[in-house]
């Protein structure tokens, strides 16, 4: 069992006191001062931003609240500049507020959906960014005089940035490792923490799990080979982690294991307090309300939804001087909390529930990929190992009429596949309330990128 760590009950448990645990009222009026000068901004140097006030036929003088922004302007999508960048030639789809020429640097999305984006940033960008980054950082654990283990990859390089100044901001020492999940890459990575003396380790999911099977296989111990047990964190992005994962994870590692995630554009990034973590009832992941105005809402009418249901969250940096993004929808599924967190903040929690194309509606029911690997992962013949949702159409509502999930499992651990399934799909139709079906796979079937498994097949109906 891992216990509470004793820099939890440190004087100093917020990197800045003030702006973490300030009262709601208050992260209300920064976000409308903050917007509204935003906005203008946006509409007097962002080609695309006066477009679409103009379409309506309002200026920023019409929009003085939160409210009135999401009654006003409709929520855009990254299709929405990627169509705009094809029309205009405009790298920035018309969103960049000031000119070229003012930008410290040029760094791009992952790619994950489609052909990346571009995030710009200036010196000015870079300080409000690097006080985000150490917010988390604080509150994971980060300490001065902290090794920090920093495992990301070449095309991350606007998060490598953005973690290495949040981790640096708080005094700690980042130890970068780049590189591709491969076994060659764990074998280096397993060289390097014996030989450094590491407070805490920030990893990609699945790259940071395959280095969990790496030792696994090998039968080694990380709290022997390590000493983990010392670990101030594990914090890792890139998936996420169902409560039956993180626990295992923690028992193998014997420290805490965050979850946390983000957003290239805009510069986003929100994660797991310890407090809830080591209580057993994380509510979601921080996200700083006086720097982001952050909502959520329906999939079909873009409206905004009320706290505790599922929507789609939706992004504005209020901070941001390259750009300009009203609105972005980041088109993840997530239910926020507004209620003030056991660790004394105030800002919203969101719990992932997946992407909106990673999931089924199945006789009018969306499942989400929480919602399956909640079931899925609680069988340790499957932990860990790829699957993915087969669907006839990539429209997320064109109903099913049935639950249908291909999914791998390890042979080594499994006696019977079939009586497996029985017992898989049992459970599924069970806890969701609806029919399923589960069909076997090798791992290499699922389409998977190095940082995460496409959790989507698509299989026309007949």
Known sequence: MVEKKPWLEEPRKYFEPYFETMPREEIKEIQNKK??????????????????????????????????????????FKDTVRELRAKTGDPFGG????PLEKVKTVQHSTGTTGVPTFIPK????????TREYARHAWMNGT?????????GYYWHAWLKDANDRGFQACGAQVWEFSSMPTDVDIERIHGICKTVKFNGVDHGT??????????????????KEYGSENFKFVRTAGDMIVEGLRRWSMDFWGTIHMDASGGGDCVVICSECPDEVLEGVSKGLHLWEDLYFLEVVDLKTQEPVADGEVGQYCITPLEYEALCYPRWNYEDLVVKTSEKCVCGRTHARILYKGRTDFGSMVRGKLITQ????????????????????????????????????RAAYDEKLTKDPEELKKKVEAELSKKLGVPAELEWIKPEEARALPHKVYKLFIRPKA
Do not use: C, H
Not at 37 to 42: I, P
Not at 52 to 67: C, H, N, V, Y
Not at 208 to 223: C, H, N, S, V, Y
């Open 206 to 223: 699945l790259p940071f799990f395959r280095w969990m099977d790496w030792l696994r296989a090998k039968g080694l111990d990380p709290k």
């Open 35 to 76: 917007l509204r000068a935003l906005l203008e901004r946006g509409y007097n140097f962002a080609p695309s931003v006066r477009k679409l006030f103009e379409e309506r036929k309002i200026t920023p003088s019409d929009i003085k609240t939160t409210e009135d922004f999401q009654k006003k302007i409709p929520t855009m």
């Open 122 to 129: 200036t010196d000015r960008d870079f300080e409000w960014i």
């Open 143 to 151: 300490r001065p005089g902290d090794n920090v283990l920093v495992w």
């Open 95 to 98: 969103f960049l507020v000031i």
């Open 370 to 405: 929480r919602d399956a690997e909640e079931i899925l992962y609680a069988f340790p013949e499957i932990t860990l190992k790829p699957y993915q949702f087969i669907r006839g159409s990539k429209d997320i509502f064109v109903e099913e009429d049935t639950l249908r999930i």
